[in-house]
């Protein structure tokens, strides 16, 4: 595998002579180690980057390993957005050092189709070479988009333009999987069926994945680990322990929800108290709000 290296200042740019070992298992090395010689598919060390001399990123440290699957929580604003742009290489003026996969791909919150291109066109844009209709066919119904190949894109669901998205960052064969907030712009029911799918190719491909999502029960349902950003560094990180799939009814995973959404500062909800009996529903137990719920 390839790597990638922007140094300081500048689109510096050069392959490292030893590669990065991308053989972790499909479902997350969580024992792998975590010192600085063990393999990794994405280190970053020292990365700022200032917009209008302030700071977004400062300083953050970040190791990523091959086939992790990682979640970045953060509030907006917090320079989650700008990590993964640069890791993607689509932002170079940075200060410091960041080691990426030199395949990698990027999916955003809004696909971003060509809609004067059918859908298995927009899947090879970008594509070195002339790769044949087939690779964007075999990418389309390995996301269950097969059958809508030849449409165009303003013919597409929601879901089915994540779908299409998601087909041409996979058609890259990424060791290294880019996801900033894909399913934002979803509907619930699309939202989880697009979440279950993401974990389905993760683990088929086994390639490392880091999600930006504001979704604090997203992170838990798909990431080995979870990191809390903050101010332009990594505040906080936890390996999710949970066997998969995972259950949002386990009083494990409500824990974790607990813990997390106080390490972003916000008070979980809790059960309200029951209701005063009113003089109207006093005499009809099952008519007060608490027993109706």
Not at 32 to 50: E, I, K, N
Not at 55 to 77: C, K, N, Q
Not at 179 to 193: H, S
Request: net charge neutral; charged share 25%; with cysteine.
């Amino acid at each position: 595998m390839a790597t990638e290296l922007h140094g300081q200042i500048g689109p510096v740019e050069k392959e490292t002579p030893a590669e990065i070992p991308a053989d972790g298992p499909a479902d997350g090395p969580a024992d792998a180690p975590a010192g600085p010689d063990a393999p990794a598919a994405v280190r970053v060390h020292g990365l700022t980057r200032t917009f209008d001399g302030r700071a977004v990123i400062d300083r953050l440290e970040l190791t990523v390993r091959p086939g992790e699957f990682v979640a970045l929580l953060g509030h907006s604003g917090c320079g989650k957005s700008t990590l993964l742009r640069i890791l993607a290489g689509l932002d170079r003026e940075i200060e410091g050092e960041v080691l990426v996969p030199r395949t990698k791909a990027v999916a955003f919150q809004s696909p971003r189709l060509m809609p004067w291109k059918r859908v298995w066109r927009n899947v090879l844009l970008g594509l070195p070479g002339r790769p044949g209709r087939a690779v964007a066919e075999r990418a389309l119904a390995e996301v269950g988009l097969g059958h809508r190949s030849t449409a165009w894109p303003k013919t597409l669901s929601g879901g089915e333009a994540q779908r299409a998205s998601l087909a041409r960052a996979l058609v890259r064969e990424p060791d290294l999987l880019l996801l900033d907030e894909p399913f934002g712009a979803l509907d619930a029911l699309t939202r989880i069926k697009a979440q279950q799918l993401v974990a389905e190719l993760w683990q088929r491909r086994g390639c490392a994945v880091l999600l930006v999502t504001h979704d604090v029960e997203e992170a838990l349902l798909l990431a080995d680990r979870v990191l809390v950003m903050d101010h332009g560094v990594i505040a906080y990180e936890r390996e999710i322990g949970l066997d998969r799939p995972r259950d949002i009814s386990d009083p494990r995973f409500a824990e974790l929800r607990a813990e997390l959404l106080d390490r972003l500062g916000v008070v979980a909800p809790t059960a309200a108290p029951p209701a005063a009996p009113t003089t109207a529903t006093a005499a009809s137990p099952a008519a007060s709000p608490r027993k109706a719920a």
